[in-house]
């Protein structure tokens, strides 16, 4: 039923666009907006005052708008917005309209405009305009809505290159001093922050004590406090030598209700934890401090037969799955408000066994029928993207790995492993081996496919993984088994090898690996840190092998890590753990 006030602003506009009861017109450059006073007054403050308090503007039949914040394009914009009470801003027009919008006062359509950005997905040129728009602006709201969603994905965004380039020392240190600044550990957060002050050492040094200084130091490894900052270039700046010397101190004789504990000890309100999303069971989170898995306050996944994998933008879980043997979707966890919905059907497509991925506002999948889609996710639509069957040879016997894509460069990288019968095993199953394992890269800007490199074994359910901006594939094995009843197969053999590519040259190279003893976890060293391999994906254990290490390097007390669902799928996830059970429980094995 259409109210009372949407009737009246129907009639404004229509009064509008037939030139009846136009009382003034708004000047921009060269062009004219013909509107009603009563209209301006009653959506802005600045118009209310120019016509309520003798201004000359007041009888003027043109109002010239000189301020030159205001473009013909953006005023057009706001207009149609006062009159229709919607608004119609995109990615490139939004931060003008804002602008415009504030500086006239327009309180309902600078709401629209922070409300669109704080609906996309951010990465750092994003976020930088944001905050510097919402400073320049005082827009409190938007700059806090923009830091939250930022600190829910700091784990993802410490990782890029624009994080070390883009980032100034005032957002990061606001970044940081925050509560709910998701991060797996704070050694995690202090290496960033040691990362990204030495990408530009020479400029940077300078605001080194007052990033460092909002790490919470009483939760970091006293080892690399002491390996960063006792050093002879950091031991000059007076401030980095006090707070050296003040977490030697709380790590000698910690204090809880000391300054320096109560500051540098506290906990954030938020980690990124690892979460296990199984078809038919409770969830659980990996306790790292107990090594056990524990029951979750996440609310169970709607009844589902099966789990493909499962991607984390900001505040929003989604998790590609089996609802029945003819219906397969996305299901889509509000972590915020703990609530689960299903998103719209993608036009024409069963899913099958498929890898999500995102790049920026979107989510990608990637389907065994090598066709691909992207969701929007401020739009909520569905979008056919190019298909990697363009330059996939399609022969007989050709797998698509599990969990394989990785965001790479801004660009989507997918391994792609095809393999022929070379057999009968027996009468139930068939030995395959792998003809190549090669890799394709999607670049969204261009909307194309490009074939790339294969590795130099085979891979077959292995998993992507940037670390320290380069492209690694680890984990699976390097053979497959299908038969008629699992005609994707399973992996088999021996453990595949761990490789690295390198974009410039376009090729594969391996990675030896001289420290980890035979285990069940799949555990590899990549640059001198250990990541553990549990149901394809991979996990970041945060243990170094200092230099020199000889083998065996030490991986006690992460057996309970394996003893999960073989079912579920792994996925980091924002949790307030002051929210999770303190219930320990082991989840065992299927067999």
């Not at 600045?46 to 394009?73: C, P």
């Not at 029951?295 to 989604?318: F, H, M, T, W």
């Not at 401020?378 to 969990?403: E, H, M, P, R, Y």
């Amino acid at each position: 039923m259409v109210t009372h006030s949407e009737m009246l602003l129907s009639k404004c506009a229509q009064f509008r666009e037939q030139g009846e009861f136009i009382d003034v017109r708004l000047k921009v450059g060269e062009d004219e907006f013909a509107a009603h006073r009563i209209v301006l007054a009653a959506n802005s403050d600045y118009f209310h005052a120019m016509f309520t308090h003798g201004m000359k503007e007041s009888n003027q039949e043109v109002i010239e708008l000189k301020d030159k914040n205001i473009s013909v394009a953006a005023m057009k914009i706001v207009m149609d917005s006062i009159y229709s009470g919607e608004i119609n801003v995109n990615d490139e027009n939004v931060f003008e309209v804002l602008t415009a919008a504030d500086h006239l006062q327009f309180a309902s359509v600078v709401q629209e405009c922070c409300k669109y950005l704080t609906q996309l997905r951010f990465n750092m040129q994003k976020y930088c305009r944001v905050i510097m728009v919402a400073d320049q602006r005082s827009l409190k709201d938007l700059k806090e809505a923009a830091e939250s969603k930022i600190a829910s994905m700091y784990k993802e965004v410490c990782e890029k290159e624009e994080f070390f380039s883009d980032m100034n020392a005032d957002m990061l240190s606001a970044l940081l001093c925050r509560d709910d600044l998701c991060a797996p550990s704070e050694n995690f957060v202090f290496r960033s922050v040691m990362r990204w002050i030495k990408y530009r050492k020479e400029e940077r040094m300078d605001v080194a004590a007052k990033v460092i200084g909002a790490v919470r130091l009483g939760l970091v490894d006293i080892s690399d406090v002491i390996e960063e900052l006792d050093t002879e270039e950091m031991q000059v700046i007076p401030e980095i030598n006090m707070l050296l010397q003040r977490t030697l101190i709380h790590n000698h004789r910690p204090s809880r209700s000391s300054a320096f504990a109560l500051e540098k000890g506290k906990p954030r309100s938020t980690s990124m934890v690892l979460v296990a999303i199984p078809p038919k069971s409770d969830m659980c989170y990996y306790d790292v401090q107990s090594k056990t898995w524990k029951l979750s306050s996440v609310q169970k996944l709607p009844d589902v037969l099966e789990c493909y994998c499962a991607e984390l933008i900001g505040n929003y879980l989604y998790v590609a799955v089996c609802f029945s043997l003819f219906c397969s979707g996305i299901c889509c966890y509000d972590i915020v408000h703990d609530i689960w919905s299903t998103l719209p059907p993608i036009p024409g497509m069963s899913l099958g066994f498929c890898s999500l991925c995102h790049i920026e506002d979107h989510l990608y999948v990637i389907c065994t029928s090598r066709t691909s889609y992207r969701y929007h996710v401020a739009t909520n639509q569905w979008q056919a993207v190019a298909s990697l069957k363009d330059v996939c040879d399609l022969i007989q016997g050709t797998f698509c790995n599990k969990a394989v894509c990785a965001v790479y460069k801004s660009c989507l990288y997918v391994l792609h492993s095809q393999g022929k019968n070379m057999g009968k095993g027996s009468k139930k199953w068939y030995n395959f081996h792998s003809l190549v394992s090669v890799l394709y890269c999607f670049d969204p800007k261009k909307n194309i496919w490009e074939q790339k490199a294969s590795t130099k074994t085979p891979h077959f359910g292995s998993s992507l993984l940037v670390v320290n901006n380069k492209l690694y594939v680890l984990g699976g094995c390097c053979s497959i088994q299908t038969s008629s009843s699992e005609p994707h197969g399973s992996p088999a053999g021996g453990p595949a090898a761990i490789e690295v590519y390198n974009d410039q040259e376009n090729a594969w190279s391996l990675v030896k690996q001289t420290h980890i003893p035979p285990n069940n976890l799949g555990a590899v060293e990549i640059n001198g840190r250990v990541y553990f391999i549990v149901n394809s994906f991979s996990v970041d254990s945060g243990i170094t092998i200092p230099p020199g290490e000889i083998y065996p390097a030490v991986l006690d007390g992460w057996e309970n890590l394996g003893m999960i669902d073989k079912d579920a799928v792994l996925c980091y996830v924002p949790l307030k753990t002051e929210n999770l059970t303190t219930e320990e429980m082991f989840v065992q094995k299927k067999i």
